[in-house]
């Protein structure tokens, strides 16, 4: 027995919605008028929520933020393809993917502005927080994977979030392998936006390809246009009931943009070409979703004037609403340390007080 | 009651646990089939199943990451470290998330999870098998970190850290896991996370030490004892993290002499914090320094020379006569 | 001499060196085509190319690790830690390879690389981006942590971190990076790591700090100063470890006060190692506690509240006035 | 455009003697008699020391050691495919690769009775120390590799190896991927010998071999019969050539099995079948390197004979100058903290020799 091939393996790419927003009729995903729609609302609202804060930020009115134009087909389908009971563990760059799982954008201002307290997803306990230590929070993924079959909740599901960067790190290895041997029901998405801060995809990895990954760890790996909502719905609805039915994790790799600065502290000029970026304009995932919607007949600019002017109000009650907000005690991150009330802890917060307040009365602060 | 070793007090401690609690469950490398390199998860696996003592891949980050997960989703994971020297990997995984998540989340997460670690020398290990390293973890907030020194409060530690509503790192001192035996007192625990152990009431000076050096240190104690009758107040620190000030404090200005012995290196070390507490709050009652009986800042030597190295009963011996003497 | 900011000190050290020694690359995240997310390599791709300046792949834990293989082979990188934030995933490499290497070989191999990484709040960023974790790195013999706290020693330090035959963590104050402007005197060097810099001599109390609590310290000095004339000894700490334990010692002999000024968590902090030595060297020449001026034992907050948190001119003001009149 | 295959992987696995010392001869590789009977003989002292190791461990005359025998073929090949001056990047189960590479018998006695003197290779200076920390000696080969290259020595290659426990590790994972966009000269070849202590194949990892996981990084990965020293001598040559080339990294897989425990500390019995080692038996990388070099004419018994008199003897002489060494000075700890004199350090060797001056003095130690 000589030298013999003994395993193969192809990478497959999903392309439903072309850039004029014709659809392969044959891979047209089974999607509701209304889940159509609401997708389109919620990329629209993701698309205007950023653009203000970026003027906020500009204006300084926001701390550094990370923007997100051009990505939105690739974070929000997905949400569509869970139920609220499933888990949705996000990196920072997926605004509309939070305010699809219920986030506020009152505490998304909030965050972005200092405060711990915009973390709480009120309408949801089942969305963490953003994670800033790239790929650390995809072994949390796992976790909460396997926890939910421990707890025989037997059709929960995870998504996770992650960027091409993020990829390079130990803890996207060692959590993808974790998952494949637990079964884990996990879906791993890779948000391939082509550049980390300045990193371009070919100095992060050789592989053509961050699918290709998966045959790494014996799980299922895909590449979809992240810039076609319904290739990337299509595609983790797949992985979803993949999960579901205890066939274990998946890996998919959406390929999209980031249009604009990494945050608003980067400086993009310094590393690529405007060229570059107008190439990617013309594969604007919301312009062709719209163009699918309109060929469709369910949607027109009458439409598309009242999702905007609501987006809109929607925008300005919560920006309203995060700048007349009274701040939050001084002393809470004492609260949080523990569980417990630790003396140490407490000792430490009396002497905070006892400062402030004769600060107050010192007229300082 | 019988006698058992701290390996025992903990693998019961193990046992009843998840016998009685079924959000419980064991994770690491080898603590499935083989029951842990050094046999504290021993049997756990023929009792409660793969689902509830999972063997992992090694990947040191991944399974504190996984805990993490699991503690957020309302499970009580008890990770090992097969080593402490293999704890770094996971560095980020608790300053980064487990320590922070209850803060970061105002609440909404929280991760009760204990990571045990067999830690310090004394065994003949090879490289990374014998260090002392409780500060990295105890200069972390939102992260609890204790430490047993023998049979009677390992168990009943190791109960109430997986009963404890946030990130443990509990550091077992591998040198005492079989050295000697005691009686565990189920019915009536008195060992809290946060709380030292006065170990014996005294007036003329204050030796504090923990893990496994306690037993040297009451080695040395009885030494000096017989040879000058003094009075010492004993205290086994217990927790290194959040730290029992009061106690330590009390007993300092009570006696005006102190010696700590830790295992650890010197610089940086956990004594230096207690002397630091001293000199906060009874800076004006002492007689001497407070004397530390310390490893060298050296890299931990093989074990050809670890003997020499470690504090030693007769170097504590000398720091207390020293002290008693100044 | 123009006076420049401590972005262009540093930036310029590195152009020299690497002008002058081949052996010097840098390498990190974004430190090439992009200069570093702060600048401080700006430039150097342009003038070293891509073989002497890499962009790296975002892996803490390989940046440090091929860094390690390439000092053994002779080399002298630098390397980039975006933030000190995420360099606890190469914790590890540092604890378990860089500063062991030299012991577990007998020295047949050493590992001359540098470590930068911008440290400490105020800057108003997100998590993660704020805190002071020094004693990690103190705690681990084998490593030097060196902290510049101004333009004029900043440059001269990277310079004597780079030729060092050691691994040498440098934190460099983010705060500091832009916000004041010195000499540098590149001529007539005084900087050298392991010593303190006693920036002035007086004879009432010793008054200590690092990095960029430097600056606030110095304010709350001359404050002092403006109203009682009393004459501190100001020490700029710049090498954390190895401690210049003697010009701390002398120092406080001669006062028989001393405040020390951190930004990093209270416990198990940089301070409690300084009262440490002070209480093994010159505790009967105290005339007052050591007085800590540092930050809460908590998660260090977001933006929103850090100013709250972190030691202000004003506390270190009060503890010296405290510190005078105890 | 639908869903379409944008790539296609293999994985070929090499075989080339038969576990009855049958050899391929389209694929046997070209060795000179010389080379082919250095190599049996290495891989014979190898399984020699590793067994006197033991039993002086047993005995109480030396630490905890990891044993090899069975892996001989997998560790001993690849080093007949250096040069000296390339690098070689051990874990600590490569007993028999390191006395190839100029390490003395003595040395290895020493490190593992406590001795950190033990670890220098005084014949060659690009051969790190054993390396315990799972996979953390990855990353170092790419960067020995990376200077290699930055400093002009166009044909230096580094040899890296490790278990298949370690894939596991984030470690492992940066390593391939940082030599894979670095295009740094490294063969990394795995030591797969089914279990990482108790921990078998299957539960470190689902994919079903570890050779595929080069796909994840874009670089060429074969497995090999890791019981056949000439599969694992030529996969190794023909990675070395490309490696000298410039044309990267590989990944080898070699197939073996550790027939004793992990280490003395370790009883394999609670976790494998004697039935599951039994059948390895027959694979032995020994016998059948044997056979081959037997069938070609160029071994007999009297060979064999006399090289196990003489690996015994050499054996002998290194523990007798062990056994017999003066200990070495107790504070040398203190020299190798740093490279420059440092006063916290000498202040600390002052008190620590003063100590032990008073011991000697009291007739303690
Ligand atoms: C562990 C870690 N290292 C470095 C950083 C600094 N950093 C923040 S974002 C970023 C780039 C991430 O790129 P990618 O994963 O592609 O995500 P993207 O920002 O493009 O969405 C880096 C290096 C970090 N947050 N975490
Ligand atoms: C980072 C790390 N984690 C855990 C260990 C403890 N440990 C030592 S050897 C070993 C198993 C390694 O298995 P493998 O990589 O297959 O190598 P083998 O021992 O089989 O040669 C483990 C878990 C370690 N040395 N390093
Ligand atoms: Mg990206
Ligand atoms: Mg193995």
Redesign the interface.
């Known amino acids: 027995?000589?030298?013999?091939?003994?395993?193969?393996?192809?990478?497959?790419?999903?392309?439903?919605l072309?850039e004029n927003g014709k659809v392969?009729p044959?891979?047209e995903p089974d999607l509701s008028e209304d889940d159509l729609k609401k997708l389109f609302q919620a990329m629209t609202l993701s698309r205007m929520a950023d653009a203000r804060m970026l003027n906020l930020q500009r204006q300084g009115r926001l701390?550094?933020i990370p923007v997100n134009k051009g990505q939105e087909a690739a974070f929000c389908a997905p949400i569509l393809a869970l139920k609220e009971t499933d888990?949705f563990v996000g990196s920072?760059r997926e605004l509309g993917a939070r305010l699809m799982r219920g986030e506020t954008l009152e505490n998304s201002l909030l965050?972005f502005?200092?405060?711990?307290?915009g973390?709480?997803?009120e309408n949801n306990?089942r969305t963490?927080?953003i994670?800033?230590?790239?790929a650390?929070?995809?072994?949390?993924?796992?976790?909460?994977?396997?926890?939910?079959r421990?707890?025989e909740e037997k059709d929960t599901v995870v998504l996770a979030m992650f960027g091409d960067?993020?990829t390079?790190?130990?803890?996207?290895?060692?959590?993808l392998?974790?998952a494949?041997?637990?079964n884990a029901p996990v879906i791993f998405l890779c948000q391939n936006n082509q550049y980390?801060?300045?990193?371009p995809l070919k100095?992060?990895?050789?592989?053509?390809?961050i699918a290709?990954?998966a045959?790494?760890?014996?799980?299922p790996g895909i590449?979809v246009d992240g810039n076609d909502a319904l290739s990337v719905y299509q595609a983790v609805k797949e992985a979803v009931d993949r999960a579901r039915a205890d066939e274990?994790p998946t890996l998919i790799e959406a390929v999209t943009f980031r249009m604009l600065m990494h945050t608003t502290?980067?400086d993009p000029t310094?590393?690529r070409s405007d060229d570059e970026v107008t190439a990617w304009e013309a594969k604007d995932p919301l312009v062709r979703f719209k163009a699918y919607l309109m060929k469709k007949g369910i949607w027109d600019e009458d439409l598309q004037k009242q999702l905007e002017k609501d987006c809109k109000a929607q925008i300005d009650a919560a920006v309203q609403a995060f700048e007349s907000r009274e701040?939050?005690a001084?002393d809470?991150?004492?609260?949080?340390?523990?569980?417990?009330k630790?003396?140490?802890?407490e000792?430490?917060r009396a002497r905070?007080l006892a400062?402030?307040g004769k600060?107050k009365e010192h007229g300082?602060n | 009651m019988a006698k058992i070793n701290m390996v025992t007090s903990l693998n019961t401690a193990l046992h009843d646990i998840m016998a009685s609690d079924d959000t419980v469950l064991v994770m690491g490398e080898d603590v499935g089939v083989n029951g842990g390199v050094f046999r504290v998860t021993d049997g756990l696996y023929e009792k409660f199943g793969r689902k509830r003592v999972l063997d992992t891949p090694i990947a040191e980050s991944a399974i504190l990451g996984a805990a993490i997960g699991m503690a957020m989703a309302g499970l009580k994971p008890v990770v090992e470290m097969q080593f402490s020297g293999f704890s770094y990997l996971m560095m980020h995984q608790l300053e980064g998330n487990a320590s922070r998540m209850r803060t970061r989340s105002r609440g909404q997460f929280t991760v009760p999870l204990v990571v045990r670690m067999p830690y310090g020398g004394g065994v003949r290990a090879l490289e990374h098998h014998s260090e002392s390293k409780e500060v990295y973890w105890a200069h972390t907030p939102g992260v609890k970190v204790v430490i047993p020194s023998s049979p009677a409060n390992a168990g009943p530690l190791l109960t109430a850290a997986i009963q404890d509503p946030d990130p443990v790192v509990f550091m077992e001192p591998k040198r005492s896991y079989r050295s000697f035996k005691e009686t565990v007192d189920k019915e009536k625990n008195t060992f809290a996370i946060g709380k030292a152990h006065v170990k014996e009431t005294g007036k003329d000076i204050t030796i504090i030490s923990w893990g496994a050096m306690m037993r040297d240190t009451i080695k040395a104690v009885e030494a000096v004892k017989s040879k000058t009758g003094f009075q010492p107040e004993i205290i086994d620190l217990l927790t290194i993290s959040p730290m029992d000030v009061d106690t330590i404090v009390a007993s300092v200005k009570k006696t005006g002499r102190c010696v700590v012995v830790q295992e650890a290196q010197q610089s940086f070390g956990p004594a230096s914090e207690i002397i630091a507490v001293i000199n906060d709050q009874a800076l004006m009652y002492l007689e001497a320094p407070v004397r530390r009986v310390t490893m060298y800042d050296v890299v931990m030597p093989l074990f050809a020379r670890e003997q020499l190295y470690m504090p030693k009963v007769s170097d504590i011996d000398q720091a207390i006569t020293e002290t008693l003497n100044f």
Chains 1, 4 share one sequence.
């Open positions: 027995m000589p030298l013999k091939t003994i395993d193969d393996f192809s990478i497959k790419q999903l392309h439903i072309d392969d044959d891979l701390g550094t888990w920072y965050l502005n200092g405060w711990e307290e973390s709480v997803n306990d963490l927080p994670s800033i230590v790239l650390s929070q995809l072994p949390h993924a796992v976790g909460l994977a396997y926890a939910s421990y707890k960067g993020a390079s790190e130990g803890d996207f290895h060692e959590a392998n974790f494949a041997v637990l980390a801060i300045s990193t100095i992060q990895t050789k592989s053509r390809t290709q990954k045959i790494a760890y014996g799980i590449q274990g502290a980067d310094r590393y701040p939050f001084p809470v991150p004492f609260d949080h340390v523990f569980g417990t630790e003396d140490v802890i000792a430490q905070f400062r402030l600060e300082q």
